[in-house]
């Protein structure tokens, strides 16, 4: 693996055309050096899923260039982005998207096969990452006899078996308990410090913020300053500061989505005083 | 890609049977016709295969003897006798008629046989007599079992009386029988006792049968002589030209129901799957790669299909015989080289639809399982 710095700059991605034009991503530039574990949130229709898919070479962006240790991988043919996607990032997915037919061996075998290694050499490197993982007695076993930690770190093992310098996580934690959520996080904590890998990870968990170097919030395709961004304590909304309904409170500033959040907040702290 | 296809086949046992069971039931359906029509020509043939002649002759431009009728005068046997490398003759008598027994109607190619004929004469006998005398018969024993007769009783053969005095083994198809009576019983009968219809030669050990016809057709003039071997082929071109049509139509529908069958199995296979190809083609899985998935789990299935299919057929040929019914059916290469083909088609063209499926699939749904 070389290390490898990864850089959008002044990327839109619109979707449509004419009146039914929908602009996903506005002019956003990001670079995410090795060993930095990069946390983005924001709302559902942020962009967030958008972003992550033009950072791993899935998608194309409208404008805008998108660099890896340089050279520019947004405008390559669609026939070379396989290669780039196999060898240079891996893909950590919230559903996990293992092959439901073949074992958890195989399936992180199969990655390393389809970037040219021998079978034999693929298998043997599979099952040293699985038994890294703790997963040595699960080698064998379909992915329906998996528990949901235990998917997770196999789809962990497949996106490391080709040594990528940069690992794309779209919502890792989301169908895991706290414990394995706790677990994986650490995982990915470690993949970046103790192998210099870039971890870029798309979620709404707050736990993941513990890990992550770089916290950006990603609100109608653009960044906006995670400083100014606030918890509303009724709905638990992340929410920009500077366009929330503010209420001061027994000498305490609160900050809501709405103006709703706010009336339900003074009902029931009315109703605890009584 | 092969263990993918593998595992992806077999992941689901009950599609997997769907498919193969439709495959073979369809290949099997062409086969069991081809070897239908093999076992039809193979019997069809099988007088003059069993024949013990080297040559037969026949009325000039008369080739073969199903649905053919040829007529020549008698003489022609001395003259033949006279040539040499000619060992020894028989002259027969040829006629489609019935063998009856009561409501019991058969359909039978009838021979009249000379006394103590070395050639033509019934090759394999279950009972009785091989040689027919005045006013006996040798029919089929397969035609005797069915119309309940045994040796010593009686069938009807152009309206007359004919004792059986011979049960003869392999002279009936599926709709025909042979029969043997005395050539002067059929003289008799039928008139014309000057009148043979073929003549059936043995050539002299030393002598080339293909030469020896070409000098009996020299000498002889007005007459076709050709090889037992190009008569017997003459005469398998005669059903060919016949059932052709018929085959390449049951072929032709075997292959669309084979091809529906085996196309909507592995569309369906794929369509299930079309999230995992997407994740493949996300984690950087060529088209290529996914398109030989798809084509080899094709591919597998029809060779599964292909082997049931054949084994199938060929149980089937097995309990027909042991059925006793008079129907052959013959499995041969050439068929199971075409059943092969069109299975290879099959799997080719089932995996069309799937193929412009994945192609289209667009890697970034990967996410959020979109």
């Not at chain 2, 599926?174 to 006792?193: E, H, M, P, Y």
């Given at each position: 693996m070389g290390f490898s710095t990864l850089q959008a700059t002044h990327i839109t991605k619109q979707y449509g055309f004419g009146p039914t034009e929908v602009?996903?991503?506005?002019?956003?530039?990001?670079?995410?050096?090795?060993?930095?574990?990069?946390?983005?949130?924001?709302?559902?229709?942020?962009g967030k899923t958008t972003l992550l898919s033009m950072l791993g070479g899935l998608l194309k962006p409208s404008t805008g260039e998108i660099?890896?240790?340089?050279?520019?991988?947004?405008v390559l043919a669609e026939n070379r982005l396989p290669d780039i996607r196999l060898r240079k990032f891996g893909f950590i997915f919230q559903d996990f998207n293992l092959l439901s037919a073949l074992s958890a061996l195989e399936n992180v075998a199969l990655v390393a096969e389809l970037s040219g290694l021998n079978r034999n050499i693929a298998r043997k490197k599979a099952e040293s990452l699985l038994i890294n993982m703790g997963l040595e007695a699960r080698l064998t076993f379909l992915p329906e006899k998996l528990s949901g930690g235990e998917k997770q770190r196999v789809a962990i093992a497949r996106a490391l078996v080709n040594d990528p310098a940069i690992i794309l996580a779209d919502e890792p934690t989301a169908n895991l308990d706290s414990k394995v959520g706790h677990e994986i996080m650490h995982l990915l904590r470690?993949?970046?410090?103790?192998?210099?890998?870039?971890?870029?990870?798309?979620?709404?968990?707050?736990?993941?913020?513990?890990?992550?170097?770089?916290?950006?919030?990603?609100?109608?395709?653009?960044?906006?300053?995670?400083?100014?961004?606030?918890?509303?304590?009724?709905?638990?909304?992340?929410?920009?500061?500077?366009?929330?309904?503010?209420?001061?409170?027994?000498?305490?500033?609160?900050?809501?989505?709405?103006?709703?959040?706010?009336?339900?907040?003074?009902?029931n702290q009315e109703k605890d005083i009584h | 890609m092969i263990m993918l296809s593998v595992h992806n086949l077999f992941q689901n046992k009950i599609r997997l049977s769907i498919s193969i069971g439709g495959v073979a039931l369809a290949l099997s359906?062409?086969?069991?016709?081809?070897?239908?029509?093999?076992?039809?020509?193979?019997?069809?043939?099988?007088?003059?295969?069993?024949?013990?002649?080297?040559?037969?002759?026949?009325?000039?431009?008369?080739?073969?003897?199903?649905?053919?009728?040829?007529?020549?005068?008698?003489?022609?046997?001395?003259?033949?006798?006279?040539?040499?490398?000619?060992?020894?003759?028989?002259?027969?008598?040829?006629?489609?008629?019935?063998?009856?027994?009561?409501?019991?109607?058969?359909?039978?190619?009838?021979?009249?046989?000379?006394?103590?004929?070395?050639?033509?004469?019934?090759?394999?006998?279950?009972?009785g007599a091989s040689q027919p005398k005045a006013g006996e018969a040798i029919i089929d024993r397969y035609v005797a079992e069915k119309s309940g007769v045994g040796i010593g009783d009686e069938v009807e053969i152009f309206g007359r009386q004919f004792v059986v005095a011979g049960?003869?083994?392999?002279?009936?198809?599926?709709?025909?029988?042979?029969?043997?009576?005395?050539?002067?019983?059929?003289?008799?009968?039928?008139?014309?006792?000057?009148?043979?219809?073929?003549?059936?030669?043995?050539?002299?050990?030393?002598?080339?049968?293909?030469?020896?016809?070409?000098?009996?057709?020299?000498q002889l003039g007005n007459v076709t002589a050709r090889t037992t071997a190009a008569f017997s082929m003459l005469e398998k071109k005669v059903v060919k030209d016949m059932s052709t049509d018929v085959i390449n139509l049951m072929n032709l529908i075997g292959f669309l129901i084979g091809l529906a069958v085996m196309a909507l199995t592995v569309y369906t296979a794929t369509l299930s799957r079309r999230s995992e190809y997407g994740v493949l083609k996300?984690?950087?899985?060529?088209?290529?790669?996914?398109?030989?998935?798809?084509?080899?789990?094709?591919?597998?299935?029809?060779?599964?299909?292909?082997?049931?299919?054949?084994?199938?057929?060929?149980?089937?040929?097995?309990?027909?015989?042991?059925?006793?019914?008079?129907?052959?059916?013959?499995?041969?290469?050439?068929?199971?080289?075409?059943?092969?083909?069109?299975?290879?088609?099959?799997?080719?063209?089932?995996?069309?639809?799937?193929?412009?499926?994945?192609?289209?699939?667009?890697p970034a749904t990967v996410f959020r399982g979109r």
């Open positions: 602009t996903a991503i506005q002019d956003l530039s990001i670079k995410v050096d090795p060993g930095e574990v990069v946390l983005i949130m924001g709302p559902s229709g942020s660099r890896l240790n340089g050279d520019v991988i947004s470690a993949m970046a410090k103790e192998q210099n890998r870039s971890v870029i990870i798309v979620s709404h968990d707050q736990r993941i913020k513990d890990i992550a170097d770089r916290v950006l919030w990603l609100e109608d395709g653009e960044f906006k300053e995670m400083v100014t961004m606030v918890l509303d304590p009724v709905c638990g909304m992340m929410i920009d500061r500077e366009k929330s309904v503010n209420l001061d409170w027994m000498g305490k500033t609160y900050y809501f989505c709405a103006s709703g959040c706010r009336d339900e907040f003074i009902q | 359906l062409i086969l069991s016709l081809n070897a239908i029509f093999a076992g039809v020509e193979e019997k069809i043939t099988a007088y003059i295969n069993n024949s013990g002649a080297d040559i037969f002759i026949a009325q000039s431009g008369v080739e073969n003897m199903h649905m053919a009728s040829s007529s020549l005068p008698a003489i022609v046997e001395d003259e033949v006798k006279t040539i040499s490398g000619v060992e020894f003759v028989t002259a027969i008598n040829y006629v489609p008629n019935m063998v009856v027994v009561g409501d019991e109607r058969n359909l039978a190619y009838i021979i009249g046989l000379p006394p103590d004929s070395k050639l033509g004469g019934p090759w394999k006998i279950f009972k049960l003869s083994e392999e002279t009936a198809s599926l709709v025909n029988s042979f029969a043997f009576i005395s050539r002067s019983d059929f003289s008799t009968v039928r008139g014309g006792a000057n009148t043979i219809n073929f003549l059936l030669v043995k050539a002299r050990p030393e002598e080339n049968p293909e030469r020896l016809a070409e000098t009996i057709e020299a996300a984690l950087g899985a060529r088209n290529s790669y996914l398109y030989t998935t798809v084509i080899a789990q094709a591919l597998i299935s029809v060779v599964i299909g292909v082997a049931v299919g054949t084994i199938f057929t060929w149980l089937v040929s097995k309990i027909i015989l042991g059925l006793g019914l008079n129907l052959t059916m013959n499995i041969t290469a050439i068929s199971l080289a075409k059943v092969g083909s069109l299975a290879l088609l099959i799997g080719c063209f089932s995996a069309v639809l799937p193929i412009r499926q994945i192609s289209k699939l667009d």
